[in-house]
């Protein structure tokens, strides 16, 4: 970055001597012409020497104000590096998702649902500058690029896989869920389900379909949150009978245990029966028990949101890959649709260029535009 900072202020100084070199020519050439034009005389004399002042001035004026107007508005290293970039062009992957046939409203939704991919892939530029009293950091930021149209939206990334930055770790796995997650029939809003842990008697309930999140998978990738990790569960509300109250209650306070299972009865055509890890339970709402049951009586169930994991996933790194490919695709593709109803209705095929490819938006063609770091 140094030799070619050096080179361009070089050719900078070259270019703006040579502009002044000839805007000097210029004035002179006019100035014969003019004296010329005005014949032999004392007239003419004055008219030279005035011309001659006032080309040399404005020689100086022109060379001083454009040093001047480069120093104080010129790029700084950072900038130059980008601008070089764009210039020259800078290695990209591609990312092509073909859409379904919805709305202009809907693929921007789906712009938007992909935020966060589009700024995890931006690449920055940083430089730092020293001075006299010391030195300053200059950070500039290449986004990624995207170009809609009706039937496509295409995503050129800022930094390439291979740099030093990669894709979040989901978002290979949420773009193959979201693939002709449309063709995917809906869950019903309610889903029977019982709970068995060890002699207890079977907990029956209703699953709040419209509530499924893959915990990871929404408030990590999509939402573009970072919260600290989280465990690699779907969390569900459900509604319990009252008459389970109690051991509901004693669970939130004291834990489940362990070998706790949720049995999930099948949906047919859409969802088959499952066993799943039941590893969360909490009641909603307030703290104190006279409050819950209050509310509880007053509604006729007891309102939980649990935390569910297929049998034997363990919590560690890569879970949340694991966990997409063993839940059923009805469960993933009911959570996409219930965080992002355009990902998961717009998308019907992905592909994803693993190598990169040389890539600047000035000469890629028209329909592209920089995504928001």
Not at 229 to 234: D, G, K, S, T, V
Not at 238 to 261: C, I, M, S, Y
């Amino acid at each position: 970055m140094g030799f070619l900072s050096f080179a361009f202020n070089a050719a900078t100084v070259v270019l703006l001597m040579f502009g002044v070199l000839v805007l000097g020519v210029v004035l002179f050439g006019v100035r014969e012409a003019l004296a010329g034009w005005m014949g032999t005389s004392r007239a003419t004399d004055r008219f030279r020497k005035f011309t001659s002042y006032f080309t040399w001035g404005t020689c100086i004026a022109a060379l001083v104000g454009g040093f001047v107007l480069y120093v104080t508005r010129g790029p700084d290293p950072a900038e130059l590096e980008r601008g070089m970039a764009k210039l020259f062009t800078y290695p990209s992957n591609r990312i092509r998702i073909d859409l379904n046939n919805v709305s202009e409203a809907q693929r921007h939704e789906l712009v938007r649902a992909l935020q966060p991919l589009l700024a995890s892939t931006s690449r920055e530029f940083y430089q730092r500058v020293t001075t006299r009293r010391g030195g300053y950091a200059v950070e500039v930021t290449l986004p990624s690029y995207y170009r809609l149209t009706a039937d496509r939206l295409e995503i050129a990334t800022g930094e390439s896989f291979g740099n030093g930055k990669t894709m979040p770790v989901l978002f290979p796995q949420v773009l193959a869920h979201a693939a002709n997650a449309a063709a995917v029939p809906s869950l019903p809003a309610a889903i029977d389900a019982q709970i068995v842990a060890g002699d207890q008697a079977p907990v029956p309930l209703s699953l709040v379909s419209k509530t499924a999140e893959l915990m990871v998978l929404t408030r990590q990738t999509l939402r573009g949150t970072q919260p600290l990790p989280a465990p690699c569960l779907m969390a569900i509300q459900a509604q319990v009978p009252t008459d389970h109250f109690e051991w509901l209650f004693g669970a939130d306070r004291n834990g489940l245990g362990k070998d706790v299972r949720l049995q999930v009865n099948a949906v047919l055509g859409v969802l088959p029966a499952g066993t799943y890890e039941l590893r969360q339970l909490t009641l909603l709402g307030s703290e104190r028990k006279r409050v819950l049951w209050e509310r509880a009586a007053a509604q006729g169930h007891v309102s939980v949101q649990l935390g569910l994991a297929p049998v034997g996933l363990r919590e560690s790194p890569g879970c949340e890959a694991r966990l997409l490919k063993q839940l059923d695709r009805a469960w993933t593709v009911t959570a996409l649709r219930n965080v992002s109803p355009a990902l998961a209705s717009a998308v019907k095929q992905v592909d994803i260029e693993q190598r990169p490819s040389r890539f600047s938006p000035w000469y890629a063609g028209f329909g592209w535009v920089a995504a928001q770091p």
